[in-house]
C-alpha cells in the first residue's frame, strides 16, 4: 500500500527580521497586539494511541510513515530554541506531542529546560501534556528533572467508552494509576482533560466530575474541535461548553473564578460546596483567539502561529544551513514571523475570512 501523504508544513524560505533594539525580552507583540508568552513543544510525533479525533486508526495504520528520528529535532536544538523564545517573552514551555513520554531519555530534556530563565531571572512554567499511559514508570523522573506539572487526556471513566475511544484497548485503570503516581511524586496541580463528543462518550461528563472533585486533579472539558484533516469532524458532534456545564450545576452548584492568567484557554468554575475546581474549554463555540499568546513548534522544528494552521515556518533548516546563525538571528526569525501573525482561525470559522486549506495535524505539533 502506498504511504498517505498529509499537507504539513510551507517549505519557504524563512525571512530573518532585525531584532529591535533594547533590552532582553522587548514587549513583541502579533499584528493584532498579542504577546508571545507559551511556547508548545512537540517532541515525537508518535502516540501509542489511536483517538479518532486527533490519530484515527484508519490513517495513522501500520503503513503510516512517521518521522525519522534525524529529521526531529535533537534536545540541544529545542534547547536552543526555547531559550530565544524565552529571550522574546515566552514564560512557559509545554512538552507535548505525538505522546511526549514515547521519546527517549525525554527527562534529559526536560532537565535541560530546567535551566532556562526569563531575562529577568525567574524560573519558567515547565509542563508536559500526556495520555497518561506511562506515568507509573516516569513521573517521579519527570518530576526530579525539574517538571513542574503536567496535564492527562482522559475522555471517560467507564473502561468500553474509554477503550473504544483510544482505539488500543488501553485500560482506564493504568491511567488513574499513573495519575495517582504523577500526585505522589509532587507533580501539580494537575489537570485532566475530557474531549467531549456528543454520542460519544457525553454520558461520561457526570462521573468524570464525580470522581475529580475533592481529589486535588483539576477536571476540563473541551469541546471537539476541528483540529487537522483526518478526523472526520461534524459539528454536530460537539457538544457545547454551555451544556456540559447545565449538566454538572445540575448536580453539583458551581460559582465562576477568574482566569488564572492572560491567555487562559479555559473558563474556570469552582464547585460551591468546596470540592475542586473545573475548567469549559470552548474553542468552537466561545472562540478566545482575541488574547491567545501561544506558539507551536513542531516536531521538526517548524513554528506554527495557531492550532489551526496550514503553514509552518522552517527553524530547523536555519538551525541546520551551511551558514551558522546567531541566536540573534534566530530571535529576528522568530519576532518576524510572530509580528505578522494575525490567526484568528476560531473567531472565523465557517465565514467567508476562514481558512480553507488543509490544516495540520494535531499529534504533529500538539494540542
Avoid at 85 to 93: M, P, R, T, Y
Avoid at 216 to 233: K, P, Q
Amino acid at each position: 500500500m502506498p504511504a498517505r501523504v498529509i499537507p504539513l508544513h510551507d517549505a519557504r524560505p524563512l525571512r530573518i527580521a532585525p531584532l529591535p533594539t533594547g533590552l532582553p525580552g522587548f514587549p513583541l507583540a502579533d499584528a493584532l497586539g498579542r504577546p508571545l508568552r507559551d511556547l508548545r513543544i512537540s517532541v515525537t510525533d508518535r502516540c501509542n494511541f489511536r483517538c479518532g479525533y486527533c490519530m484515527p486508526k484508519q490513517v495513522f495504520d501500520k503503513h503510516h510513515e512517521f518521522l525519522p528520528h534525524a529529521d526531529l529535532l535533537s534536545f540541544e536544538e529545542i534547547t536552543r530554541l526555547a531559550s530565544v523564545f524565552v529571550g522574546l517573552g515566552v514564560e512557559k514551555l509545554r512538552i507535548t506531542g505525538g505522546e511526549p513520554t514515547l521519546r527517549r531519555h525525554l527527562e534529559t530534556l526536560i532537565e535541560m529546560l530546567a535551566r532556562l530563565r526569563t531575562p529577568d531571572g525567574r524560573e519558567l512554567d515547565l509542563t508536559l501534556t500526556t495520555n497518561g499511559s506511562t506515568l507509573v514508570k516516569k513521573a517521579a523522573a519527570l518530576k526530579a528533572a525539574g517538571l513542574n506539572r503536567l496535564t492527562v487526556s482522559l475522555d471517560g471513566l467507564d473502561d468500553a467508552v474509554f477503550q473504544r475511544m483510544n482505539d488500543v484497548g488501553f485500560p482506564v485503570a493504568e491511567v488513574l494509576d499513573g495519575i495517582r503516581a504523577a500526585q505522589a511524586a509532587g507533580l501539580g496541580p494537575i489537570k485532566v482533560n475530557m474531549v467531549v463528543q456528543r454520542g460519544v462518550n457525553d454520558d461520561q461528563i457526570l462521573a468524570m466530575a464525580r470522581h475529580f472533585r475533592h481529589s486535588g486533579v483539576v477536571l476540563r472539558f473541551i469541546e471537539y474541535m476541528d483540529v487537522g484533516a483526518t478526523n472526520g469532524w461534524r459539528m454536530d458532534q460537539v457538544l457545547p461548553s454551555a451544556e456540559v456545564q447545565r449538566r454538572i450545576a445540575a448536580e453539583f452548584p458551581l460559582t465562576p473564578l477568574s482566569h488564572s492568567a492572560p491567555g487562559e484557554t479555559a473558563e474556570r468554575w469552582a464547585y460551591a460546596d468546596g470540592g475542586g475546581e473545573v475548567g469549559f474549554i470552548s474553542s468552537v463555540t466561545q472562540a478566545f483567539c482575541g488574547d491567545c499568546n501561544r506558539a507551536r513548534l513542531s516536531t521538526e522544528g517548524r513554528l506554527y502561529t495557531c492550532l489551526f494552521a496550514h503553514r509552518g515556518h522552517d527553524l530547523r533548516g536555519l538551525l541546520r544551513g551551511t551558514e551558522p546563525v546567531s541566536d540573534a538571528q534566530l530571535a529576528g526569525a522568530v519576532a518576524g514571523v510572530w509580528s505578522g501573525r494575525d490567526d484568528r482561525y476560531s473567531q472565523l470559522r465557517g465565514t467567508a475570512g476562514a481558512v480553507t486549506e488543509a490544516r495540520v495535524e494535531m499529534h504533529y505539533i500538539g494540542g
